[in-house]
């Protein structure tokens, strides 16, 4: 729920409102909309091959699978590496976000989720230093390739916007992609994705908030066809999706 009073924005989480002023707002709705360039249409998270095999078959399937991912999988364990990774970045702890990094990349279960966490990264910073670059960025600090949700708490924390919000859109452009890449698997009507979308709602708030306090130690989960389904899907002869 928003909530927009002059040039001041509060995003309602719970019962606690956070304060963001506009153009907070602005860079959010730019940086996590389908339209920034990082490539977030080919990557469907190891989907594909669940739909190939029937183990995702309609909006229901579609929407247990979402759950599942949010509260036990790889949304859940990128939403604990977006938040300390935004607090590193907030600190000025270059060092610890650059360790964040290397565990977020070695997280990867298999080779085209490697390539789904960095490719994104990589291209987020790329755009986002071309077109809203922060003060105090090293581009330096991590020279390698970079873990999506590293790379936008990092560039979210060097504009000043808050974990809170940052955190869950992160979070809710995760589902919304995932939902977008089922429409166009199962297929789906545009209507059954929003359908999806709007009963996540809740998932995905307490996914974020979750996040918000949850330590390093609480990575992991146990999401473990979805973990197969990313590996199988590297040798599926027909597919559309580059994970």
Do not use: K
Request: charged content about 15%.
């Amino acid at each position: 729920m928003a909530m927009i009073t002059g040039m001041t924005t509060g995003i309602t989480m719970g019962m606690e409102a956070i304060p963001m002023d506009s153009g907070s707002l602005y860079r959010l709705l730019a940086w996590l909309s389908p339209g920034y360039p990082v490539g977030a249409f080919a990557y469907s998270h190891g989907l594909e091959w669940a739909v190939e095999t029937g183990a995702v078959a309609d909006r229901a399937g579609l929407e247990r699978w979402l759950r599942d991912l949010l509260a036990h999988g790889g949304a859940w364990s990128d939403a604990v590496l977006f938040a300390r990774s935004h607090d590193a970045a907030a600190a000025g702890d270059g060092a610890a976000l650059a360790e964040i990094n290397d565990l977020a990349v070695a997280l990867s279960p298999s080779s085209e989720r490697r390539l789904e966490t960095t490719a994104q990264g990589n291209a987020f910073l790329l755009a986002t230093r071309a077109s809203w670059p922060w003060d105090d960025d090293d581009t330096d600090l991590i020279p390698g390739d970079c873990a999506y949700p590293v790379a936008v708490a990092w560039a979210a924390a060097g504009h000043g916007l808050p974990l809170e919000a940052a955190l869950h859109a992160y979070v809710h452009a995760v589902a919304a992609n995932l939902i977008s890449a089922g429409v166009r698997l199962i297929p789906l009507g545009q209507t059954d994705g929003q359908r999806v979308l709007a009963a996540l709602e809740d998932a995905v708030a307490r996914t974020a908030t979750a996040a918000q306090t949850a330590d390093l130690a609480a990575l992991g989960g146990c999401a473990f066809l979805a973990d197969v389904a990313a590996m199988r899907h590297e040798t599926q002869y027909t597919r559309l999706f580059r994970s």
